[in-house]
């Protein structure tokens, strides 16, 4: 039955019913006149449908039967979908409607989780598979030595425990597990976290798995170390044995013009211009790939002309580590007074302490901005000692082959 529309006190417009008939065999939402204080009139279609409200409202009746049309439709066909299942499966839904209802999910939830986290990588290779295979590529890349050895070192050990596992069933909870278990230290843990993680977010370009489980657990609290440097009269001992053990020109070029050791390893005299005062660190010798021209100053050149050979790599390769060590100790600086990278560390503090100026240090360490160069790179060196270390000059009159040189440009 039709019925005038009214309006409450607040001129907000009441529904009226619109009596439609319905036929027994199929359900049809109601649909409503409403009728405002303006005049104008619209149609509403209302109904709930498992639990959820629908309120949908159109200029004309015909949009308002049309769209409840389409709703009895819809859930006449989905009806019908839901009697073609065998009791077997019907049975199956209540099991997990029941599994659900503590979490207030739906079985489409539940459904649609499982796809994207585990069906989507049914054929994801193993944890020790992907490690394999993602090595092999590193390898093809020409990823330098040592990088390739600390990579194969951690990701195969991350392989040792989750092998048989996809990456995509590894929780956040087991990872930080192991991550303790791995490294006490946290900067050693923190390492493993790194490598782990770039592990996953290969994976995931591959569409191994859906994240990166790493983000999960927590960075270590590490807590600030004192950059450890070499101090001058370590320094002018390690100068007068440099030559015999064949590390003269790898002392000159670390200690005075701030090359990484890996560098100077992989460093060829071609790349040593003594008459234009540089050294050239090219791309496929730099630690970031990029090349950059380092200025040779009255120091560092004055060593390097000492060096006998100047063709070939500037560090000879043969039995380097046991010449480095027989080197410090022939100096007589014992392991625990060897901070880790103190002569890179020693050349940026004392060119710091000598120039103060901290853009032109860490561009000559290779250094974007001055944030790394401050938190890793800088100890605390006065003026005076500065100097002295700037002042160091070869003597064949000295015993010890090291003499101060006061007017010593840097």
Not at 83 to 95: C, N, S
Not at 347 to 364: I, W
């Amino acid at each position: 039955m039709n019925t005038e529309s009214v309006t409450n006190g607040n001129n907000a417009a009441l529904p009226v019913e619109d009596g439609r008939k319905r036929t027994k065999s199929k359900w049809l939402p109601a649909v409503h006149r409403r009728e405002y204080a303006s005049g104008l009139v619209s149609w509403q279609v209302s109904c709930m449908i498992s639990g959820h409200r629908i309120r949908e409202t159109f200029a004309t009746k015909k949009q308002a039967d049309d769209r409840a049309a389409e709703i009895g439709n819809q859930l006449e066909n989905e009806g019908k979908q839901a009697l073609a299942l065998g009791a077997e499966h019907r049975v199956e839904m209540v099991k997990c409607l029941a599994k659900l209802e503590p979490f207030a999910a739906t079985v489409t939830e539940a459904v649609d989780y499982y796809v994207d986290r585990v069906l989507k990588f049914r054929e994801s290779p193993t944890v020790a598979d992907a490690v394999q295979r993602l090595l092999a590529e590193k390898e093809s890349k020409n990823v330098r030595p040592s990088t390739m050895r600390d990579l194969r070192h951690r990701w195969e050990r991350f392989a040792a425990v989750f092998g048989e596992r996809k990456l995509n069933e590894v929780t956040g909870d087991e990872l930080a597990a192991w991550l303790t278990k791995q490294a006490s230290d946290p900067v050693n843990r923190h390492n493993y976290r790194r490598k782990i993680g770039s592990l996953y977010r290969l994976a995931m370009k591959k569409k191994w798995t859906a994240e990166n489980v790493v983000e999960q657990t927590e960075r270590p609290e590490m807590a600030e170390t004192v950059i450890g440097i070499l101090r001058v009269n370590q320094v002018t001992r390690l100068l007068a044995h440099a030559d015999a053990h064949g590390l003269l020109a790898f002392a000159a070029l670390g200690l005075f013009a701030g090359v990484r050791p890996d560098e100077l390893k992989r460093l060829d005299w071609s790349a040593v211009n003594i008459k234009r005062r540089q050294v050239v660190i090219g791309p496929d010798i730099a630690k970031t790939k990029q090349q950059r021209i380092i200025p040779l100053n009255d120091t560092a050149l004055a060593w390097l002309e000492e060096c006998d050979t100047k063709t070939g790599l500037v560090t000879a390769p043969e039995n380097f580590r046991k010449r480095f060590d027989a080197w410090r100790k022939a100096s007589g600086v014992k392991l625990q007074d060897w901070p880790k990278d103190c002569i890179r560390h020693s050349f940026g503090s004392y060119h710091y302490a000598q120039h103060n100026d901290p853009v032109q240090t860490a561009g000559l360490m290779g250094h974007v901005g001055v944030d790394i160069f401050f938190r890793h790179y800088r100890a605390l060196v006065d003026a005076d000692e500065a100097a002295q270390y700037w002042s160091l000059r070869p003597s064949k009159e000295s015993a010890d082959n090291v003499i101060p040189f006061q007017q010593a440009a840097v």
